[in-house]
């Protein structure tokens, strides 16, 4: 198993400003995506941060408002860049752990609110 | 990404009796799927997967059940708590999704004590 940490797990943000959140995971992973969650409805994937590369994005997702980090194979960012209302969500950072029992985990999430 | 469920249902049921969750996919290329439940204010949990190659899989009073001809899942829990009350959500992936998953909209199930 992993276990997954996200800072902050919540803020206020005015619109225009940028957050970055950060996913520490307790040991190496080959995989870790985002996630967004908006009020009341289900995870849509934002992209996958690949270690020593460019994350690669979905559809409707792009790298200028989404900026993603993976330095490491424990750590990664994602930024919310220039934020207005609409980008008032719950942001999941997950890992998926292949060995005896593949699965895929959450962290807590990072609930975002811009006002 | 794939459409997968695209309603959100909410299922009522008396504590003690058996529910069953449904969803569908739509990625007939997908091979791995995931059950989870999410509680209020957390990360959804990993309930009980199944691959492609079985279509039925029974956990501790969790069974999932896999019907690939029609695209089409469900979460069968037996003996309902009212601690089993949460959004349930499907997801599909797997190695021909680069191990990428996408969910369903989910199912809030409601367990009446």
């Known amino acids: 198993s992993a276990v997954i940490s996200q800072k902050p797990s919540r803020d206020i943000c005015q619109r225009g400003t940028s957050l970055t959140i950060q996913c520490q995971v307790d040991?190496?992973?080959?995989?870790m995506f985002w996630y967004r969650q908006q009020p009341g409805q289900s995870l849509t994937l934002i992209a996958t941060a690949n270690q020593g590369s460019e994350a690669t994005y979905e559809s409707g997702f792009v790298i200028d408002k989404f900026p993603i980090s993976r330095p490491n194979l424990t750590f990664s960012t994602l930024t919310v860049s220039n934020m207005s209302p609409e980008d008032s969500s719950i942001y999941l950072c997950?890992?998926?752990?292949?060995?005896?029992?593949?699965?895929?985990?959450f962290g807590p999430g990072t609930r975002l609110t811009v006002l | 990404g794939e459409s997968v469920g695209l309603h959100l249902p909410t299922l009522s049921v008396q504590e003690g009796d058996n529910s069953i969750i449904n969803c569908a996919y739509s990625?007939?290329?997908?091979?791995?799927f995931i059950w989870y439940k999410q509680e209020s204010g957390k990360g959804p949990q990993f309930i009980i997967d199944?691959?492609?190659?079985?279509d039925k899989r029974q956990g501790q009073r969790v069974t999932v059940l896999l019907n690939k001809t029609v695209k089409h899942l469900s979460l069968q829990i037996a003996a309902t708590q009212p601690g089993d009350s949460a959004v349930y959500f499907c997801a599909e992936g797997g190695v021909r999704n680069f191990n990428k998953f996408y969910f369903g909209s989910g199912t809030k199930l409601n367990v009446k004590p």
């Open positions: 199944i691959r492609s190659n079985m």
């Open positions: 040991s190496q992973v080959t995989m």
């Open positions: 997950s890992v998926y752990a292949s060995g005896g029992e593949d699965e895929q985990f």
């Open positions: 990625n007939s290329a997908s091979d791995y």
